[in-house]
């Protein structure tokens, strides 16, 4: 690990004008990713500006029954919050679906959606890697690629988006604040993390020198009918092969509304909105859900040995719709 | 039940459950491990690895590096010091990775080609990742598989026999009713205990003084001194408390590495490993692939019996996985081979990992074992029951003791055994698809030379001098219960010393042979010491002191065939549409011998069910054909399991005197963990109809096989 | 201008205050291991990847190698050797040790920690991804065997030991509960 200098930030704009626009300067806000990014060689910041200080540790609701949390909220309060449990009890359960509860309390929204693929190549130094070192290659098409992106990857990086939070946001429409040294932005989770393309290594489309300030959940009655389910290799602490984060109303069997999001299958969380289309007006059969899920999956794009998420995303689709459909009949 | 045969129970210490001795200093955090005893003036070292797989070393650009704050020295195969590497040791020739920094051939990625020596562990991690080493790469060949047409069949040393054989098999496959003919596979295996090896070595007033973490430090300071040419008196290593092993610590880099350095710079130096070093430093388990053909009369008695093992090696040094030495002990048959091949490939050279050839081996052979009772239509256990044989198949020599039936029948009666209906996919609860089953477990009861001394004190109590080492086995505790008995006093009168070469020779922790080898010196000191007491006598400050040494009474042993043995049940869930398999059950009946502590022997035995299940369900380290290394050399990549993969293990025994033993203890490090992959294995069948013979079973296999499986039913049309 | 890379900082940690100066590098855990002898806390992977590092700070569980020395300035520490009360121990490291709850040790001070930590969240009603209702009206979940087997996920023991550990846990579990109740009444 490089040395490098800290300070410490107690307000926003101060933060933001710490960081200026130093490309060797980093946020830190719980750490678990990048002080881990930082002993792999990885990340080699100049300057650190810690913001757990910053008073971004707030939830609170907004007009019309929408939610907003700081960037600086923990991932174990946001999980613990009733209301959120409350309104949206998919993206308490992506919360404690992730890491461990010792990270969960040092973990912030902010971190979290700015986390990084864990893809193998990317975090070891010594491998070719588009993401780390752009122009050097993908050894994960040819390679070890069995927990790998389906949709949405390029020849340049088939590698996953490792947040669970973040499927759990995209399925319900989150905004993300940001300031800069220019003033205050927002950007719609669906533009959040731009596709892969040729340009591996961008991984977000906030300005240079953002620093994301909250996640405002816009007001859906749906989210409340809603659940996030996580395989993994492992019963926990392992992240996703494959996750879906859902909502669903029914009324006299037909989907009044739908939201639906996959993990762990793409570079960003996998807003299914070809499934939603489909669904919408239609019934809530297995038959329906199955249909839907294959239309979403239609642009699929498999390697030698990830096929398999395929099937497992089909069948989650399926399972976790039928278990809500089962669940708003009761 | 637990039993008090052998080292009779005098005082009935042995048999009754202690908690450790060193238990308040582990739950207070007061144990300290190698890498936490402090020192004035101590360094760090930090190991720079190979970044190709095969080569050449042109250069070490330390320059750049020794102007960096704190950084004290750089050491390489162009300034280390003269190791030598040319002896035998305990355990045969050393391996060519502890001969460091004497050439610049690099044999595989992660190959140590540098430390850096610094004031501080940061400087010298920075140091390390700045230094440049340029190589002449060669093409390497790191891709197992057991069809190489380069693969051997090694000479047979004193581990491991390669071959055996008797009758025809060819014509006694030929005429058997029902034959069961697999390929089973498992992947690299890595020890990963949760302390990362480390030593602290420094001169002490003309003395090697280091503190380690190792398996026996007897081992280690006799192989230093070999290397480093020193007068075995001249050595020293303690390894007081020892976070885990599991067949991996013994000699590795970081000794000889601290070493090297605290003899170049005559200060204090400590080496500790990464997590990821790890994975290339100190061995792991072979990738297997094995064959198994049995054939078998309809009513399941063998006829013939085939185990073919695979596994590799590294081009600088020979390491054979024995997977199939247990089909000697276990199954007879009118034609019987085993037989092990080895391919050498540029990869690490892999090493003794819990329960080495057996482990892997009983995957293969026991869920084969399964596929035939299926085949036949007969119970798993009675299939087992029908082939127990009266001597050891291969050898013809009795058994010690043999009450493998005996777990079966106990095991059967707790499991609920007898209610299992025998059709796989049958049952179902919500999402989960249930099954139970079963596997046979064995595994050699060894003994290894050993000196022990015991004093009593002038205060009336005992101390106990044995050079043992524990790695959580309780061996420190074991031995109080021994002594105690043996000197018939209770166990608040003895104090046990370990873990000190200075203590004299003794066995290592390894190959469940610990407790064993060093009851039986505790035992002989402590019956010599009560010869000496005279009742009523006086004892003289410096105390009265007993020597033993096993050696000779080794040797007078008498040649049978010394095993452990036992019975696993498994009862799993698998949901068919996301592939995840939940192990909900787990029961081990084991017939070891005489059980010491009934506390640390349960925690042990279900220690090693616990492996068990995570070599079924969660173990395989990647190796990256490009780079010839790893992907995921960490404990994010490399799974065991966690907390939340492990239901309610229990475990048991059933009595197993040994009739004319010496010492009736048998050693219980890793029976626990044979036999419980395929136990998984045979559940995951039972519960879905498929069979899984690549271990681990991952979520993406169980839904490749299940895909698999409904193409087959659809008579090849591929289902949507 | 180049930022200074070490700082002088002040740690309070088991309720004593020590002052030192850091490389900005210096994680918590080597402040803890390497600069102030409290080697308790330990270093299985340095990567956030097994939890033998944790501690608590401002009484919350968390790892201390991914935790920065010099960011963990101003918060209380608490390690395993602050969690005994003097030369009694704590009811989670007396039911370790009467029920055998680790082998090599090793583990050992991290999963006492954040058990101790587990109770509490449990406590302040926190649900877990064992949890099937997580909506607040379905109240808290009893701290059975499932709840603690995930809660605990975050310490790995290669051992495996976590049959006796959440034996333990659900032990020390019991008597909290039932000295909440006796303060209560």
């Known amino acids: ?330 | 039940m637990t039993t008090t045969t052998g080292v009779a129970a005098a005082t009935g210490a042995v048999g009754s459950a202690h908690t450790r001795v060193e238990g308040r200093d582990k739950v207070t955090g007061a144990a300290r491990y190698s890498g936490e005893v402090p020192f004035a003036g101590l360094t760090h070292g930090w190991l720079v690895l190979s970044t190709v797989a095969r080569g050449r070393i042109l250069s070490v650009e330390a320059g750049p590096v020794l102007a960096m704050p704190g950084v004290l020295t750089v050491l390489h195969h162009g300034n280390a010091p003269h190791v030598e590497t040319d002896y035998l040791g305990m355990l045969g020739r050393p391996n060519p990775i502890v001969g460091l920094f004497q050439h610049d051939r690099v044999p595989f990625a992660g190959w140590p080609v540098a430390l850096v020596v610094a004031e501080t562990s940061e400087q010298a991690r920075e140091a390390a990742e700045a230094l440049v080493v340029q190589y002449d790469g060669e093409p390497h060949d790191v891709a197992f598989h057991s069809g190489r047409s380069d693969a051997y069949t090694p000479q047979d040393t004193p581990m491991v026999r390669a071959e055996t054989e008797k009758g025809n098999l060819e014509a006694q496959l030929g005429s058997s009713a029902v034959v069961v003919d697999a390929e089973y596979t498992t992947p690299e295996e890595h020890h990963n205990p949760l302390e990362p090896h480390a030593a602290t070595a420094r001169w002490d007033g003309g003395r090697l003084d280091v503190i380690d973490s190792n398996q026996g430090s007897s081992w280690v300071a006799s192989e230093l001194a070999q290397l480093f040419s020193l007068a075995p008196a001249s050595v020293r290593v303690r390894s007081e408390h020892v976070g885990g092993a599991f067949g991996s610590k013994g000699l590795s880099p970081h000794q000889v590495a601290a070493v090297m350095a605290t003899t170049v710079l005559r200060r204090p130096v400590r080496v500790v490993l990464t997590r990821r070093q790890m994975f290339s430093l100190i061995g792991y388990r072979s990738p297997t692939a094995q064959r198994i053909r049995l054939g078998a009369d309809a009513d399941g008695r063998l006829r013939a019996f085939d185990h073919q093992a695979h596994s590799l090696t590294s081009s600088v040094h020979e390491f054979v996985e024995s997977s199939a030495v247990l089909g000697r002990v276990m199954y007879d048959a009118d034609a019987h081979h085993t037989l092990h091949r080895i391919v050498r490939l540029d990869v690490p050279t892999p090493t003794w990992m819990r329960a080495p050839g057996e482990a892997p081996g009983s995957f293969a052979l026991e869920s084969a074992l399964d596929e035939l009772a299926e085949k036949c239509g007969i119970d798993p256990i009675a299939l087992r029951v029908r082939n127990e044989p009266e001597t050891g198949p291969v050898s013809g020599l009795p058994f010690s003791s043999r009450n493998l039936l005996a777990c079966f029948e106990e095991g059967a009666r707790r499991f609920g055994w007898a209610d299992r209906d025998p059709r796989p996919g049958l049952r179902r609860e919500g999402r989960w698809l249930l099954g139970t089953g079963t596997a046979a477990a064995t595994y050699p009861s060894g003994v290894g030379p050993s000196t022990a001394a015991v004093t009593a004190e002038a205060d009336g109590t005992f101390t106990v001098r044995i050079n043992a080492a524990d790695i959580g086995t309780g061996a420190r505790t074991a031995m109080v219960l021994v002594a105690a008995d043996a000197l018939e006093v209770g166990p608040d009168r003895v104090r046990v010393r370990i873990a000190d070469s200075d203590l004299g020779p003794a066995m290592i922790a390894g190959g469940s042979t610990g407790t064993r080898s060093w009851a039986w010196a505790v035992t002989l000191a402590a019956k010599e010491l009560r010869e000496r007491l005279s009742p009523g006598g006086g004892i003289p400050p410096e105390g009265i002191t007993a020597r033993s040494n096993t050696a000779g009474a080794i040797g007078a042993l008498t040649e049978q065939e010394r095993h452990s043995f036992g019975a696993q049940f498994a009862e799993v869930a698998v949901d068919v549409d996301t592939g995840e398999v939940r192990v909900r059950r787990l029961l081990g009946i084991y017939a070891a011998g005489t059980i010491v502590n009934p506390l640390t022997a349960r925690s042990q035995f279900i220690g090693g069910m616990t492996w068990g299940l995570s070599m079924a369900l969660h173990e395989e380290a990647i190796r990256d054909l490009a780079s010839g290394g790893h992907v995921g050399a960490d404990l994010a990549g490399y799974h065991f399991a966690s907390n939340a993969d492990v239901p309610l293990i229990e475990a048991d025994w059933v009595e197993d005197p040994v009739p004319g033993d010496p010492v009736g203890i048998k050693g219980i490090g890793e029976i626990g963990i044979v036999g419980v992959a395929a136990a998984i294995a045979n559940a995951v069948w039972h519960a879905t109809g498929v069979r899984h013979r690549e271990l681990p079973i991952r979520p993406d296999r169980v839904l490749r096989a299940a895909d698999e499986a409904r193409r087959r039913a659809t008579g090849g049309a591929r289902s949507a | 201008m180049t930022p200074s890379t070490s700082s002088a900082i002040t740690l309070n940690i088991n309720g004593e205050k020590y002052t030192l100066p850091v490389d900005h590098r210096t994680t918590l855990l080597d402040a803890l291991r390497e600069r102030l002898d409290l080697t308790g806390s330990k270093k299985g992977c340095d990567q956030g990847q097994c939890g033998a590092c944790t501690v608590l700070l401002d009484g919350r569980r968390a790892v201390s190698c991914l935790q920065l020395a010099v960011a963990a300035e101003g918060r209380e520490i608490t390690t395993i050797e602050g969690v005994a009360d003097g030369e009694r121990l704590h009811p989670m490291q007396q039911a370790f040790l009467d029920l055998d709850g680790f082998q090599c040790g090793y583990c050992t001070p991290g999963q006492i920690c954040s058990a101790i930590a587990v109770i509490e969240e449990h406590a302040a009603g926190w649900p877990s991804a064992a949890t099937d209702d997580v909506r607040p009206e379905a109240g808290v979940p009893a701290l059975d065997a499932e709840e603690i087997r995930e809660r605990m996920s975050g310490n790995l023991c290669r051992c495996g030991a976590y049959v006796s550990i959440v034996q333990a846990i659900a032990q020390a579990a019991e008597a909290a509960g039932t000295q909440a109740k006796e303060a209560a009444a």
Not at chain 1, 43 to 58: K, N, S
Not at chain 1, 103 to 120: D, E, F, I, K, S
Not at chain 1, 312 to 321: D, Q, S, Y
């Open chain 1, 1 to 330: 690990m490089r040395e490098f200098g800290y300070e410490r930030a107690f307000d926003v704009s101060g933060a933001v004008a710490l960081l200026g626009s130093d490309p060797e300067a980093r946020f830190l806000g719980g750490g678990t990713n990048l002080v881990d990014l930082m002993k792999a060689g990885v990340e080699r910041p100049a300057l650190l500006v810690d913001v757990r200080d910053l008073p971004l540790g707030g939830v609170e609701f907004t007009d019309g029954g929408g939610l907003r949390f700081g960037a600086t909220v923990t991932n174990s309060d946001l999980a613990a919050h009733p209301e959120v449990r409350r309104r949206c009890p998919a993206l308490a359960q992506s919360l404690l679906a992730g890491a461990s509860g010792q990270l969960r309390n040092m973990a912030t929204v902010g971190g979290n959606l700015l986390q990084r693929t864990r893809c193998g190549y990317f975090t070891d130094i010594n491998k070719p890697c588009n993401k780390r070192s752009p122009g050097s290659g993908c050894p994960a098409v040819e390679g070890e690629h069995h927990n790998h992106a389906i949709l949405g990857a390029s020849a340049h990086c088939i590698a996953t988006h490792p947040s669970d939070m973040a499927v759990a946001l995209a399925a319900f429409d989150a905004v993300i604040s940001y300031e800069t040294a220019d003033g205050p932005g927002e950007l719609p989770i669906s533009e959040f993390y731009p596709p892969v393309g040729d340009t591996p290594h961008i991984e977000t489309a906030l300005p240079p020198g953002a620093l994301i300030t909250a996640v405002t959940l816009p007001p859906s009655p749906v989210t409340a009918h809603s659940r996030y389910r996580k395989v993994r290799e492992r019963a926990s602490y392992a992240f996703a092969i494959g996750s879906i984060a859902a909502a669903l109303d029914v009324r006299d069997g037909v989907v009044r509304e739908v939201r639906l999001a996959l993990g762990a299958v793409a570079s960003r969380p996998w807003r299914a909105r070809t499934a939603e289309r489909v669904l919408i007006g239609g019934p809530a059969s297995a038959e329906a859900f199955a249909a839907a899920a294959d239309a979403e999956l239609a642009a699929a794009e498999p390697l030698a040995e990830n096929g398999y998420k395929v099937t497992l995303m089909r069948n989650l689709v399926v399972a976790v719709l039928t278990e809500l459909t089962e669940e708003g009949s009761r």
